[in-house]
Structures are given as C-alpha cells and as structure tokens.
C-alpha cells in the first residue's frame, strides 16, 4: 500500500515539475567517500580506486624522520597504474613529501629495522575492500628480498596490500596529514591524523 503511495507520488512530483519546466532532480552521488573505520583506519572509495589507510603506528608512534602507513588498495573497474611519484603526502605545515625511493629506503633501513619490527605487531586488518584476493604492492622490500617496482598495478580482482613510506625533513609531527595520489583522472586526497 505504501509503495503505491510514493509511486503516485513521484508521478505527481515528475508531472508538476514537467508542468512548470523544472523537474525535481535528486542530488549526484558524491564522486568520493571517506569512512572513518575504528580508530585508525579510513577507507577512501573513489572512482578509479578505492583505499585503505592505517595510520595506528605513526599515530602512536611519532617519532624520528619517518611517517609509516599501512595500505590496502584495489580498481574500481579498469585497471590503474601508480607511479612512485604520483604518491606524496602532506605534513601539517603544509610541506608536500614525495614517496621514498626505494634506494633510500635500502639506505635507511638498518635504522629502521627496529621500527619496522614494531610496525609489524602494531599491524591493523585491513579487510574492508573487496574481493579479498590479496597481493603486495611491491614498492618496497627490504634488500635481497622480494621484487620492487617503480608502479603499483591495481585491478578489480586484487587488493593490494604494502606500507607506504615517507622520509619527513622535519620529522614526525603531531597534527593532521593527507595521502595524495595523483591518478590521470582524478586527485585521491585520504586526510589522516598523527
């Protein structure tokens, strides 16, 4: 009974606004979406890719001169390429810092070594995309393990899983950052806090 309710009533919504030569047109959907998920985590869904961003170890852990992110990533359709440089982040001053090479991370790592061993227990689930097919990202590995790329490939069928990392000149501050992944067709901005 409701239903036919709200259907005579669109039609008489369409026909009066045909009448008077505007129609009611119901707002777009948002071309992105943020969620906060628990209290850590975000969850970015956009029209090429949807992401995951942790932030729990930098959140707990700010400290020294590098910014650690756990991400999980995959397509919304199409497949999409992400260079290493299409990827930066924002520091609360404002200051724009690029990825880290994977030369500097092999550089840095016997001082990292022990944050990445913490990093790795203080670990978040990062389940909330779907499909649940996982992979690496591959744009980092410690050296003599594993294979690094200068692109990550997403698709719809993977989520792609890999700490990002950030070599902050002036350090770890507290206060409110932004991942930034410059895609051809559009500009990902995940706000995140520290």
Excluded: C
Excluded at 36 to 48: C, D, H, L, N, S
Excluded at 55 to 75: I, S, V
Excluded at 146 to 152: E, Q, R, T
């Amino acid at each position: 009974m409701k239903t036919n309710v709200l259907r005579r009533t669109g039609v008489v919504v369409a026909a009066f606004g045909a009448l008077f030569g505007t129609a009611a047109i119901a707002d777009p959907a948002p071309a992105s979406q943020l969620t906060q998920v628990g209290a850590t985590a975000i969850v970015y869904k956009g029209p090429q890719i949807n992401v995951v961003v942790s932030d729990r170890f930098a959140r707990y852990n700010p400290e020294g001169k590098w910014l650690l992110l756990d991400t999980a990533m995959t397509a919304t359709s199409d497949p999409v390429e992400i260079p290493r440089g299409a990827i930066a982040v924002r520091t609360p001053d404002g200051t724009v810092v690029p990825l880290a090479t994977q030369a500097e991370f092999e550089m840095h790592y016997p001082q990292l070594a022990s944050m990445l061993m913490r990093a790795r227990v203080a670990g978040e689930p990062l389940g909330y995309l779907i499909p649940a097919r996982y992979r690496s990202l591959g744009l980092f590995a410690p050296r003599g393990i594993g294979i690094v790329w200068d692109s990550a490939w997403l698709d719809q069928f993977h989520n792609s899983y890999g700490r990002l990392y950030f070599n902050l000149p002036n350090g770890v501050q507290k206060g409110q950052y932004e991942l930034l992944i410059h895609l051809p067709n559009d500009d990902v901005v995940i706000p995140f806090t520290v």
